[in-house]
T-cell receptor, first 114, second 116 residues
Framework: DAKTTQPTSMDCAEGRAANLPCNHSTISGNEYVYWYRQIHSQGPQYIIHGLKNNETNEMASLIITEDRKSSTLILPHATLRDTAVYYCIVRPGGSGGGADGLTFGKGTHLIIQP | GAVVSQHPSWVICKSGTSVKIECRSLDFQATTMFWYRQFPKQSLMLMATSNEGSKATYEQGVEKDKFLINHASLTLSTLTVTSAHPEDSSFYIC????????????FGPGTRLTVT
Protein backbone atom coordinates (compact mmCIF):
# COMPACT_ATOMS: atom_id res chain seq x y z
CA ASP A 1 0.00 0.00 0.00
CA ALA A 2 1.18 3.52 -0.77
CA LYS A 3 2.48 5.61 2.11
CA THR A 4 0.41 8.55 3.32
CA THR A 5 1.39 11.68 5.20
CA GLN A 6 -1.02 13.61 7.39
CA PRO A 7 -0.60 16.46 9.86
CA THR A 8 -0.43 15.25 13.43
CA SER A 9 -3.19 17.49 14.68
CA MET A 10 -5.58 20.23 13.60
CA ASP A 11 -8.07 22.53 15.28
CA CYS A 12 -11.33 23.72 13.80
CA ALA A 13 -14.09 25.91 15.16
CA GLU A 14 -17.49 24.34 15.63
CA GLY A 15 -19.79 25.05 12.71
CA ARG A 16 -16.96 25.72 10.30
CA ALA A 17 -15.70 23.41 7.58
CA ALA A 18 -12.85 21.12 8.60
CA ASN A 19 -10.39 20.42 5.81
CA LEU A 20 -8.04 17.52 6.46
CA PRO A 21 -5.17 17.05 3.99
CA CYS A 22 -3.44 13.83 3.04
CA ASN A 23 -0.39 13.40 0.87
CA HIS A 24 -0.02 10.16 -1.08
CA SER A 25 2.52 10.99 -3.76
CA THR A 26 3.41 7.33 -4.45
CA ILE A 27 -0.16 6.21 -5.11
CA SER A 28 -0.59 3.64 -7.89
CA GLY A 29 -3.20 3.71 -10.61
CA ASN A 30 -5.31 0.96 -9.03
CA GLU A 31 -5.22 2.36 -5.50
CA TYR A 32 -8.12 4.12 -3.87
CA VAL A 33 -8.06 6.73 -1.11
CA TYR A 34 -10.05 5.78 1.99
CA TRP A 35 -10.84 7.81 5.07
CA TYR A 36 -11.73 6.38 8.44
CA ARG A 37 -12.04 8.06 11.80
CA GLN A 38 -11.73 6.83 15.34
CA ILE A 39 -13.45 8.58 18.18
CA HIS A 40 -11.70 8.07 21.48
CA SER A 41 -12.00 4.50 22.81
CA GLN A 42 -14.22 3.36 19.94
CA GLY A 43 -13.69 1.28 16.83
CA PRO A 44 -12.90 3.03 13.54
CA GLN A 45 -15.71 4.30 11.38
CA TYR A 46 -15.66 4.35 7.60
CA ILE A 47 -16.19 7.83 6.16
CA ILE A 48 -15.66 7.87 2.43
CA HIS A 49 -13.44 6.61 -0.37
CA GLY A 50 -12.58 7.55 -3.94
CA LEU A 51 -10.38 6.76 -6.91
CA LYS A 52 -9.98 9.96 -8.90
CA ASN A 53 -13.26 11.79 -8.94
CA ASN A 54 -14.46 13.90 -6.07
CA GLU A 55 -16.93 12.12 -3.85
CA THR A 56 -19.60 13.27 -1.43
CA ASN A 57 -21.81 11.43 1.02
CA GLU A 58 -23.84 12.31 4.07
CA MET A 59 -20.75 12.55 6.24
CA ALA A 60 -18.14 14.29 4.16
CA SER A 61 -16.66 15.26 0.81
CA LEU A 62 -13.43 13.93 -0.64
CA ILE A 63 -11.44 16.08 -3.03
CA ILE A 64 -8.65 14.30 -4.94
CA THR A 65 -6.16 16.32 -6.95
CA GLU A 66 -5.91 15.68 -10.66
CA ASP A 67 -2.51 14.01 -10.30
CA ARG A 68 -3.93 11.96 -7.39
CA LYS A 69 -0.92 12.73 -5.24
CA SER A 70 -2.96 14.34 -2.51
CA SER A 71 -6.49 14.62 -1.24
CA THR A 72 -8.58 16.57 1.22
CA LEU A 73 -11.38 15.33 3.43
CA ILE A 74 -13.96 18.01 4.10
CA LEU A 75 -16.41 17.95 6.98
CA PRO A 76 -18.72 20.77 5.91
CA HIS A 77 -20.10 21.82 9.29
CA ALA A 78 -17.95 20.40 12.05
CA THR A 79 -19.54 19.61 15.41
CA LEU A 80 -17.95 18.69 18.72
CA ARG A 81 -18.78 15.05 17.98
CA ASP A 82 -16.41 15.18 15.01
CA THR A 83 -13.42 15.36 17.35
CA ALA A 84 -11.51 12.20 16.49
CA VAL A 85 -8.41 10.81 14.83
CA TYR A 86 -8.83 10.75 11.06
CA TYR A 87 -6.96 8.18 9.02
CA CYS A 88 -6.19 8.45 5.33
CA ILE A 89 -5.44 5.02 3.84
CA VAL A 90 -4.43 4.18 0.29
CA ARG A 91 -4.97 0.69 -0.99
CA PRO A 92 -6.22 -1.34 -3.95
CA GLY A 93 -9.89 -2.13 -4.28
CA GLY A 94 -12.93 0.05 -4.50
CA SER A 95 -15.58 -1.40 -2.28
CA GLY A 96 -14.97 0.36 1.00
CA GLY A 97 -11.60 -1.26 1.56
CA GLY A 98 -13.16 -4.61 2.19
CA ALA A 99 -10.61 -6.99 0.80
CA ASP A 100 -7.81 -7.13 3.32
CA GLY A 101 -6.83 -5.96 6.74
CA LEU A 102 -6.10 -2.25 6.86
CA THR A 103 -2.80 -0.54 7.61
CA PHE A 104 -3.43 2.48 9.79
CA GLY A 105 -0.89 5.29 10.00
CA LYS A 106 -0.84 7.85 12.79
CA GLY A 107 -3.65 9.93 11.37
CA THR A 108 -4.68 13.48 12.18
CA HIS A 109 -6.14 14.31 15.55
CA LEU A 110 -8.90 16.78 14.72
CA ILE A 111 -10.09 18.85 17.65
CA ILE A 112 -13.30 20.80 17.22
CA GLN A 113 -13.32 23.87 19.41
CA PRO A 114 -16.61 25.24 20.79
CA GLY B 1 -26.22 -0.23 8.39
CA ALA B 2 -24.15 -3.29 9.21
CA VAL B 3 -23.42 -3.80 12.89
CA VAL B 4 -20.51 -5.56 14.55
CA SER B 5 -20.51 -6.20 18.28
CA GLN B 6 -17.79 -7.22 20.68
CA HIS B 7 -18.06 -8.83 24.06
CA PRO B 8 -16.96 -7.96 26.62
CA SER B 9 -16.43 -4.23 26.17
CA TRP B 10 -13.84 -4.30 28.92
CA VAL B 11 -12.20 -6.97 31.03
CA ILE B 12 -9.69 -7.08 33.87
CA CYS B 13 -7.85 -10.31 34.47
CA LYS B 14 -4.93 -11.57 36.49
CA SER B 15 -1.59 -12.37 34.98
CA GLY B 16 -1.41 -15.96 33.75
CA THR B 17 -5.10 -16.38 33.04
CA SER B 18 -6.77 -16.58 29.63
CA VAL B 19 -9.36 -14.21 28.24
CA LYS B 20 -11.78 -14.77 25.37
CA ILE B 21 -13.12 -11.89 23.29
CA GLU B 22 -16.08 -12.40 20.96
CA CYS B 23 -16.75 -10.56 17.71
CA ARG B 24 -20.16 -10.91 16.10
CA SER B 25 -21.63 -9.59 12.89
CA LEU B 26 -25.23 -8.98 13.85
CA ASP B 27 -27.03 -8.47 10.56
CA PHE B 28 -24.77 -9.92 7.90
CA GLN B 29 -22.58 -12.92 7.26
CA ALA B 30 -18.85 -12.39 7.44
CA THR B 31 -16.60 -14.96 5.86
CA THR B 32 -13.63 -12.89 6.94
CA MET B 33 -12.97 -11.05 10.16
CA PHE B 34 -9.90 -9.13 11.21
CA TRP B 35 -8.38 -8.57 14.65
CA TYR B 36 -6.49 -5.42 15.53
CA ARG B 37 -4.67 -4.25 18.64
CA GLN B 38 -4.15 -0.68 19.74
CA PHE B 39 -1.80 0.41 22.52
CA PRO B 40 -2.29 3.80 24.21
CA LYS B 41 -1.52 6.76 21.98
CA GLN B 42 -0.71 4.47 19.07
CA SER B 43 -2.50 3.48 15.91
CA LEU B 44 -4.31 0.23 15.21
CA MET B 45 -2.13 -2.69 14.24
CA LEU B 46 -3.51 -5.65 12.34
CA MET B 47 -2.92 -8.86 14.26
CA ALA B 48 -4.59 -11.52 12.18
CA THR B 49 -7.10 -12.37 9.51
CA SER B 50 -9.76 -14.89 10.45
CA ASN B 51 -11.54 -16.92 7.78
CA GLU B 52 -14.61 -18.98 8.56
CA GLY B 53 -13.82 -22.67 8.66
CA SER B 54 -10.07 -22.33 8.25
CA LYS B 55 -6.98 -21.35 10.20
CA ALA B 56 -6.30 -17.73 10.86
CA THR B 57 -3.44 -15.89 9.18
CA TYR B 58 -1.25 -13.99 11.62
CA GLU B 59 0.80 -10.88 10.93
CA GLN B 60 4.53 -10.99 11.45
CA GLY B 61 5.45 -10.78 15.10
CA VAL B 62 2.08 -11.95 16.43
CA GLU B 63 2.30 -15.23 18.33
CA LYS B 64 -0.36 -17.61 17.06
CA ASP B 65 -0.09 -19.82 20.13
CA LYS B 66 -0.72 -16.88 22.41
CA PHE B 67 -3.54 -15.29 20.47
CA LEU B 68 -5.89 -18.11 19.52
CA ILE B 69 -8.47 -17.25 16.90
CA ASN B 70 -11.53 -19.32 16.10
CA HIS B 71 -14.02 -18.45 13.36
CA ALA B 72 -16.52 -21.27 13.68
CA SER B 73 -19.50 -19.59 12.06
CA LEU B 74 -20.26 -16.85 9.57
CA THR B 75 -21.23 -14.46 12.34
CA LEU B 76 -18.77 -15.20 15.14
CA SER B 77 -15.02 -15.01 15.60
CA THR B 78 -13.28 -15.30 18.94
CA LEU B 79 -9.86 -14.17 20.09
CA THR B 80 -8.41 -15.86 23.15
CA VAL B 81 -5.43 -14.28 24.84
CA THR B 82 -3.73 -17.17 26.58
CA SER B 83 -1.57 -16.79 29.68
CA ALA B 84 -2.09 -13.06 29.62
CA HIS B 85 0.60 -10.73 30.94
CA PRO B 86 0.50 -7.02 31.71
CA GLU B 87 2.13 -6.23 28.36
CA ASP B 88 -0.94 -7.73 26.65
CA SER B 89 -3.06 -4.96 28.12
CA SER B 90 -4.46 -3.17 25.11
CA PHE B 91 -7.56 -2.21 23.14
CA TYR B 92 -8.59 -5.10 20.90
CA ILE B 93 -10.79 -4.30 17.92
CA CYS B 94 -12.34 -6.63 15.38
CA UNK B 95 -13.76 -5.89 11.98
CA UNK B 96 -15.98 -7.99 9.78
CA UNK B 97 -15.99 -8.01 6.02
CA UNK B 98 -19.36 -8.24 4.42
CA UNK B 99 -19.14 -10.42 1.34
CA UNK B 100 -22.17 -9.15 -0.51
CA UNK B 101 -21.94 -5.84 -2.36
CA UNK B 102 -20.93 -3.32 -1.35
CA UNK B 103 -18.02 -5.26 0.12
CA UNK B 104 -16.93 -3.29 3.15
CA UNK B 105 -15.29 -3.71 6.50
CA UNK B 106 -17.28 -2.83 9.59
CA PHE B 107 -15.54 -2.35 12.91
CA GLY B 108 -16.64 -3.42 16.34
CA PRO B 109 -16.58 -1.06 19.32
CA GLY B 110 -13.46 -2.63 20.81
CA THR B 111 -12.57 -4.50 24.00
CA ARG B 112 -10.33 -2.94 26.62
CA LEU B 113 -8.17 -5.63 28.24
CA THR B 114 -6.27 -4.87 31.44
CA VAL B 115 -4.00 -7.55 32.86
CA THR B 116 -2.94 -7.04 36.47
Amino acid sequence: DAKTTQPTSMDCAEGRAANLPCNHSTISGNEYVYWYRQIHSQGPQYIIHGLKNNETNEMASLIITEDRKSSTLILPHATLRDTAVYYCIVRPGGSGGGADGLTFGKGTHLIIQP
Amino acid sequence: GAVVSQHPSWVICKSGTSVKIECRSLDFQATTMFWYRQFPKQSLMLMATSNEGSKATYEQGVEKDKFLINHASLTLSTLTVTSAHPEDSSFYICSARRGTPPVKQYFGPGTRLTVT
